[in-house]
């Protein structure tokens, strides 16, 4: 599931590996352990 979270990341160009702040300020990243599919943007 991270692959795919990673994969959608990708295509709206966003950062997988970026990390957001949440509203109790603390770090979450956006994608844990993911990576795109490369075959999906060949």
Known sequence: MSDLHASICHALGINPNKEAMTPLRRPMKLVDNGKPVA????
């Open 39 to 42: 075959e999906r943007f060949s």
